[in-house]
């Protein structure tokens, strides 16, 4: 499950093209802001979270942390990542490449509001050292977003 994968699902939207990979790593937000020249705040950085035996993705700006009060208002459950050994079982992506594009059957998407201050985003494409750039509006469209939410505070660098 790589980049390739996501690659064929942007093939659908001549988008595709997009995904640019790197020689360097962009797992971790400042990796991939150095790597694409961006601010940290621009990538968009997906977090697996389990619910019972299921897992959900919530998609936040680079900057941004979950609040654990937030977290449980929004999702009536205090916020547990998948743990490592799951996350690609359960997402279909390797830890540094999970990002919100056809991920595996059942795994709902939310976008946090952080999000919303920038036009343009970069999120993962599948690899450690894959990204793609989507403007807001694509990015919730083609994450096939199940909804907005409010789960993150931001912090200072």
């Known amino acids: 499950m790589t980049v390739e994968r996501v690659r064929k699902y942007f093939e659908q ?9 790197f020689t ?7 990796q991939a802001a150095e790597t694409l020249g961006v601010q940290a705040d621009q990538i968009a950085k997906t977090l697996a ?8 993705v919530v998609v936040t700006s680079g900057m941004a942390r979950i609040s654990n009060q937030k977290f449980k208002k ?6 547990r990542m998948l743990p490592r050994d799951q996350v690609e079982t359960m997402t279909g ?11 595996n059957d059942e795994v ?3 976008l946090d509001y952080s999000l919303k201050k ?8 599948g690899d450690l050292n894959a990204a793609i750039r989507l403007s807001l509006d694509e990015l919730e469209k083609y994450s096939r977003a199940a909804g907005w939410v409010d789960v993150a505070k931001e912090i200072a660098k």
Do not use: M, W
């Open 49 to 56: 979270f389990s619910f019972e035996d299921r897992a959900f």
């Open 118 to 125: 920038h036009d343009l985003l970069y999120p993962a494409a």
């Open 93 to 103: 992506y390797r830890i540094g490449g999970v990002c919100p594009f056809a991920l």
């Open 24 to 30: 360097r790593p962009t797992a971790t937000v400042d």
């Open 74 to 79: 929004v999702f009536n459950q205090r916020p």
């Open 13 to 21: 939207f001549a988008l595709n093209d997009r995904i640019k990979i």
């Open 108 to 110: 709902k998407v939310y």
